[in-house]
């Protein structure tokens, strides 16, 4: 009969542990997956879709759902300019190793730029604006944003889209292609979006600079950061 309180003699074998380079190794990859194929955090560096979003705001963009709809606000990537993938390489050796980091952790500097605004024309729609109240239309309809922050002047019977001069708040009617999404910022006087070069033209589609639907990273879901302020956005 075994006494239970016996004490073994055999050696208690100790669980191996990593190399702490190995720990750190398997973290930035893990890191990396997640921000692959999961969630991405990014931090908000302009005032443009204030009051929704706050300069040093972090948000969390879903990197799973691609189903967005008007009225979200999405995070897409671009090179110095909306129509360029990706930035042009550094010239220094240090950054170009800090911007591969930042790619492959999300942390730091990467070789893509990435704005954030708020989808308003999806693909073969037809934006303009603006309806004699001085609102954007979709496909003749005028929208109802509560969420547009100091807007462009806009005064029916004296500064519209009529009259001399005309309000900075119009453009013109603007098609969107298939596989492109127009977008604009919460904070309209202050936003360089889709229609920042047709503001006060009267005609022209090329005015606009669209979004292609392959750079959309995905939807912001929250803000995690001021934690205040943590939550869902309001629409």
């Known amino acids: 009969m075994t006494d239970?309180?016996?004490?073994?003699?055999?050696?208690?074998?100790?669980?191996?542990?990593l190399p702490w380079f190995t720990e750190v190794l398997v973290?930035?990859?893990?890191?990396?997956?997640?921000?692959?194929?999961?969630v991405k955090p990014f931090g908000v560096p302009s005032q443009s879709m204030e009051d929704t979003l706050q300069v040093g705001d972090r948000i969390l963009v879903n990197r799973l759902d691609d189903t967005w709809d008007r009225g979200d606000v999405v995070v897409f990537g671009h090179g110095a300019s909306w129509q360029e993938r990706r930035l042009q390489p550094a010239d220094n050796l240090l950054e170009r190793g800090m911007r591969s980091v930042g790619d492959l952790t999300g942390?730091?500097?990467?070789?893509?730029?990435?704005?954030?605004?708020?989808?308003?024309?999806?693909?073969?729609?037809r934006v303009a604006c603006c309806s004699t109240d001085g609102r954007v239309t979709v496909d003749d309809r005028p929208l109802?944003?509560?969420?547009?922050?100091?807007?462009?002047?806009?005064?029916?019977?004296?500064?519209?889209c009529s009259s001399t001069p005309r309000s900075t708040r119009c453009f013109p009617e603007i098609r969107v292609p298939a596989g492109t999404l127009l977008v604009l910022g919460d904070h309209r006087s202050q936003s360089?979006?889709?229609?920042i070069g047709?503001?006060?033209?009267t005609q022209g589609q090329e005015c606009a600079r669209l979004?292609?639907?392959?750079?959309?990273?995905?939807?912001?879901?929250l803000r995690f950061w001021p934690p205040s302020e943590a939550g869902g956005l309001a629409n």
């Open 27 to 38: 973290a930035v990859v893990a890191v990396a997956l997640v921000q692959a194929f999961l």
């Open 211 to 221: 979004v292609s639907t392959d750079r959309v990273v995905g939807p912001v879901v």
């Open 144 to 160: 109802d944003e509560p969420y547009v922050y100091e807007d462009l002047p806009f005064q029916p019977g004296t500064l519209d």
């Open 107 to 125: 942390i730091g500097p990467s070789n893509t730029s990435y704005t954030v605004k708020r989808i308003i024309g999806l693909p073969d729609e």
């Open 192 to 195: 360089a979006d889709s229609v």
């Open 4 to 17: 239970a309180g016996a004490v073994s003699d055999q050696p208690t074998r100790r669980r191996r542990r």
């Open 198 to 201: 047709c503001r006060g033209a």
